[in-house]
C-alpha cells in the first residue's frame, strides 16, 4: 500500500499540473466553436455552412464544428442556434424559413431574435419544367394555369416551405389564386426533381443551383427566375427573369450567418472582421477562396454586412408576414401544441423515477416478496445505504446538469466523480486522484481530438 505522505504529495502535483494550465484566456477564441446548421447533410445549406466553418477555422485559429440539427421545418435548428449562450461560441446559419416560421405560429422565434452577422449568398427561386414540355415561357403556363384551374400540379418542398410560398407568390401576382396549381409536399427539391423527370408532376419550383446539372444537361427548362436581374455566373445569365416576362414578383433564398442577440459586441466585430475577410475573397485556405467554391458549386455569394443585412431580414420578414396571413394560408390550431410530445416525454420520465426512487426507499415491488429475508440491523442498514447510493446518482446527475455551464465541465465533472468514488467505497484520496487525472483527460479528448466543445465555466483551459 502507498504510504499516505506519498498519495498526498502526488495528489497536490497533479493537481498543480492540472490547474497550472487552467488560467482564464480572455482572449476571442479560447476553445472550439460550433456552427448550428438548422437543415440536414449534404444539401445546399449544410455544404455552405461545412465550406465557411472551413475558412473560420482558418482565420479564427479554432476548430469550428459543423452540426446538423435538423427537424420541426427548420424550427430546431435555428432555435438552438439563436437561444444558445451569448458568448460567440455557437453561430447560427440562418435560412429563408427563419422569415416565415412565426407566422405559421411554429414558434415564436424571429430575426430580432438574433445579432446578424454577414449574409453569405442568396439564390433566386425559380419555375423548371421538363425539356419536351410544350410551355416555353412564363407567359405560356399562364395561360395553361388560367385555362385549368387546380388541374397542373407543382412541388419542389414541404407544404407553405419557401418554394410552395414562392409559387404562391407568383400565381397571387397574376391576379390568380394559391390554389390554382396543385402542390404536392416533398422532401426538397431533389426528390421534386425525379418526379418531374418521370411525369408525375408538371412543375419544379426550387433554387437554380439545386436544378443545375439537369439544367445544364438540358433535361429540364428554365421558364423564370424570380429575380431582378438575370443570374450572372456563366451558363446561368441565359434564363430570363420574371420581370422580364412582365411579371414583378421576386423571391430569393438566402443563408448568413447570425449570433444570439445578448452577444457582446466586441465579439460580433471580431466575427464581422473575420467574415468580411471571407466572403471578399481575400482568406484562402489550399489556394481557394470561398467567392471561388460558390461559383463552382453555381451558389450566388452576394453578402450583406450587419445593418444591410438586418434591413433585408426585416423586409423578408414584412413579405412572408403579407403572404401568410392571407386566409389561404391559414391553419386552425390543433389541440396539440408544438410543446405537448416533449412535455409528456419529461413527465414519464420524471414518473418513473419517482417509482423507481420509492420503490428503492420502500423496498417494495423490486426485491420481491422475498427481497428482504430478515428485519434484523444489518439488511436494514445494506437498504438504507441502496437507498443512498440510489438518491446520490440522482442528485449527481441534477448537479451536473445544473453546475456544468457555469463551474465547467473539469470542476463539475471532478465533483462527480470524487464523491461518487467516496460514495462506492474508494479511499477519498484515490478518489480524489482519479477525478484529477481523469477528468481533465477525457476534457482533452472531447475538445482537443474529437472536437467537441465542452463547458467550460469558471476555467479557461
Given at each position: 500500500?502507498?504510504?499516505?505522505?506519498?498519495?498526498?504529495?502526488?495528489?497536490?502535483?497533479?493537481?498543480?499540473?492540472?490547474?497550472?494550465?487552467?488560467?482564464?484566456?480572455?482572449?476571442?477564441?479560447?476553445?472550439?466553436?460550433?456552427?448550428?446548421?438548422?437543415?440536414?447533410?449534404?444539401?445546399?445549406?449544410?455544404?455552405?455552412?461545412?465550406?465557411?466553418?472551413?475558412?473560420?477555422?482558418?482565420?479564427?485559429?479554432?476548430?469550428?464544428?459543423?452540426?446538423?440539427?435538423?427537424?420541426?421545418?427548420?424550427?430546431?435548428?435555428?432555435?438552438?442556434?439563436?437561444?444558445?449562450?451569448?458568448?460567440?461560441?455557437?453561430?447560427?446559419?440562418?435560412?429563408?424559413?427563419?422569415?416565415?416560421?412565426?407566422?405559421?405560429?411554429?414558434?415564436?422565434?424571429?430575426?430580432?431574435?438574433?445579432?446578424?452577422?454577414?449574409?453569405?449568398?442568396?439564390?433566386?427561386?425559380?419555375?423548371?419544367?421538363?425539356?419536351?414540355?410544350?410551355?416555353?415561357?412564363?407567359?405560356?403556363?399562364?395561360?395553361?394555369?388560367?385555362?385549368?384551374?387546380?388541374?397542373?400540379?407543382?412541388?419542389?418542398?414541404?407544404?407553405?416551405?419557401?418554394?410552395?410560398?414562392?409559387?404562391?407568390?407568383?400565381?397571387?401576382?397574376?391576379?390568380?389564386?394559391?390554389?390554382?396549381?396543385?402542390?404536392?409536399?416533398?422532401?426538397?427539391?431533389?426528390?421534386?426533381?425525379?418526379?418531374?423527370?418521370?411525369?408525375?408532376?408538371?412543375?419544379?419550383?426550387?433554387s437554380v443551383p439545386e436544378a443545375r446539372?439537369?439544367?445544364?444537361?438540358?433535361?429540364?427548362?428554365?421558364?423564370?427566375?424570380?429575380?431582378?436581374?438575370?443570374?450572372?455566373?456563366?451558363?446561368?445569365?441565359?434564363?430570363?427573369?420574371?420581370?422580364?416576362?412582365?411579371?414583378?414578383?421576386?423571391?430569393?433564398?438566402?443563408?448568413?450567418?447570425?449570433?444570439?442577440?445578448?452577444?457582446?459586441?466586441?465579439?460580433?466585430?471580431?466575427?464581422?472582421?473575420?467574415?468580411?475577410?471571407?466572403?471578399?475573397?481575400?482568406?484562402?485556405?489550399?489556394?481557394?477562396?470561398?467567392?471561388?467554391?460558390?461559383?463552382?458549386?453555381?451558389f450566388d455569394h452576394t453578402w450583406r454586412?450587419?445593418?444591410?443585412?438586418?434591413?433585408?431580414?426585416?423586409?423578408?420578414?414584412?413579405?412572408?408576414?403579407?403572404?401568410?396571413?392571407?386566409?389561404?394560408?391559414?391553419?386552425?390550431?390543433?389541440?396539440?401544441?408544438?410543446?405537448?410530445?416533449?412535455?409528456?416525454?419529461?413527465?414519464?420520465?420524471?414518473?418513473?423515477?419517482?417509482?423507481?426512487?420509492?420503490?428503492?426507499?420502500?423496498?417494495?415491488?423490486l426485491a420481491g416478496e422475498n427481497g428482504?429475508?430478515?428485519?434484523?440491523?444489518?439488511?436494514?442498514?445494506?437498504?438504507?445505504?441502496?437507498?443512498?447510493?440510489?438518491?446520490?446518482?440522482?442528485?449527481?446527475?441534477?448537479?451536473?446538469?445544473?453546475?456544468?455551464?457555469?463551474?465547467?465541465?473539469?470542476?463539475?465533472?471532478?465533483?462527480?466523480?470524487?464523491?461518487?468514488?467516496?460514495?462506492?467505497?474508494?479511499?477519498?484520496?484515490?478518489?480524489?486522484?482519479?477525478?484529477?487525472?481523469?477528468?481533465?483527460?477525457?476534457?482533452?479528448?472531447?475538445?482537443?481530438?474529437?472536437?467537441?466543445?465542452?463547458?467550460?465555466?469558471?476555467?479557461?483551459?
Amino acid at each position: 500500500m502507498i504510504p499516505n505522505w506519498r498519495t498526498e504529495r502526488t495528489v497536490a502535483f497533479l493537481l498543480c499540473l492540472v490547474l497550472s494550465g487552467c488560467g482564464r484566456d480572455t482572449s476571442y477564441p479560447s476553445r472550439p466553436i460550433t456552427l448550428i446548421c438548422p437543415w440536414a447533410a449534404g444539401g445546399g445549406t449544410d455544404r455552405v455552412s461545412r465550406q465557411i466553418a472551413i475558412f473560420l477555422e482558418h482565420e479564427l485559429g479554432t476548430p469550428v464544428n459543423v452540426i446538423n440539427a435538423t427537424g420541426g421545418q427548420g424550427v430546431t435548428g435555428h432555435s438552438r442556434g439563436l437561444r444558445a449562450k451569448p458568448d460567440g461560441y455557437t453561430l447560427a446559419m440562418m435560412t429563408l424559413e427563419l422569415s416565415m416560421l412565426h407566422w405559421r405560429e411554429l414558434t415564436d422565434l424571429t430575426w430580432e431574435d438574433s445579432a446578424p452577422l454577414m449574409s453569405l449568398n442568396e439564390d433566386p427561386a425559380a419555375l423548371f419544367v421538363r425539356d419536351d414540355s410544350e410551355w416555353q415561357s412564363i407567359g405560356d403556363l399562364e395561360t395553361a394555369v388560367k385555362a385549368s384551374p387546380g388541374k397542373l400540379k407543382a412541388s419542389g418542398t414541404a407544404s407553405l416551405g419557401a418554394w410552395h410560398l414562392a409559387l404562391a407568390g407568383w400565381l397571387i401576382s397574376i391576379g390568380g389564386e394559391p390554389g390554382e396549381m396543385t402542390w404536392i409536399p416533398s422532401q426538397g427539391a431533389k426528390p421534386s426533381l425525379q418526379e418531374l423527370m418521370s411525369g408525375g408532376i408538371d412543375l419544379v419550383c426550387c433554387s437554380v443551383p439545386e436544378a443545375r446539372s439537369l439544367l445544364d444537361s438540358g433535361q429540364i427548362r428554365c421558364l423564370g427566375v424570380m429575380a431582378d436581374k438575370r443570374l450572372s455566373l456563366p451558363g446561368l445569365d441565359q434564363h430570363p427573369t420574371l420581370r422580364e416576362q412582365g411579371s414583378e414578383w421576386t423571391l430569393t433564398g438566402w443563408r448568413g450567418l447570425g449570433v444570439p442577440k445578448e452577444t457582446p459586441p466586441e465579439i460580433q466585430q471580431r466575427l464581422v472582421q473575420v467574415l468580411r475577410k471571407i466572403v471578399t475573397g481575400e482568406s484562402q485556405v489550399n489556394g481557394q477562396t470561398f467567392p471561388a467554391y460558390m461559383d463552382g458549386e453555381g451558389f450566388d455569394h452576394t453578402w450583406r454586412e450587419t445593418t444591410d443585412f438586418a434591413e433585408f431580414l426585416a423586409l423578408n420578414n414584412q413579405a412572408f408576414g403579407e403572404l401568410l396571413t392571407r386566409d389561404e394560408f391559414y391553419i386552425e390550431p390543433g389541440p396539440v401544441g408544438p410543446m405537448a410530445f416533449p412535455t409528456v416525454a419529461f413527465v414519464a420520465m420524471f414518473a418513473c423515477v419517482i417509482v423507481i426512487a420509492v420503490g428503492r426507499l420502500t423496498g417494495l415491488g423490486l426485491a420481491g416478496e422475498n427481497g428482504v429475508h430478515s428485519e434484523t440491523g444489518g439488511n436494514r442498514v445494506g437498504k438504507n445505504m441502496r437507498a443512498v447510493l440510489f438518491a446520490s446518482v440522482l442528485l449527481s446527475v441534477a448537479f451536473f446538469a445544473l453546475a456544468a455551464e457555469p463551474l465547467g465541465f473539469v470542476l463539475a465533472a471532478g465533483i462527480v466523480v470524487a464523491a461518487m468514488g467516496i460514495l462506492l467505497g474508494a479511499r477519498p484520496r484515490v478518489a480524489v486522484l482519479l477525478a484529477v487525472v481523469a477528468v481533465p483527460l477525457v476534457y482533452q479528448l472531447f475538445t482537443g481530438l474529437l472536437r467537441v466543445p465542452l463547458p467550460i465555466g469558471v476555467v479557461g483551459w
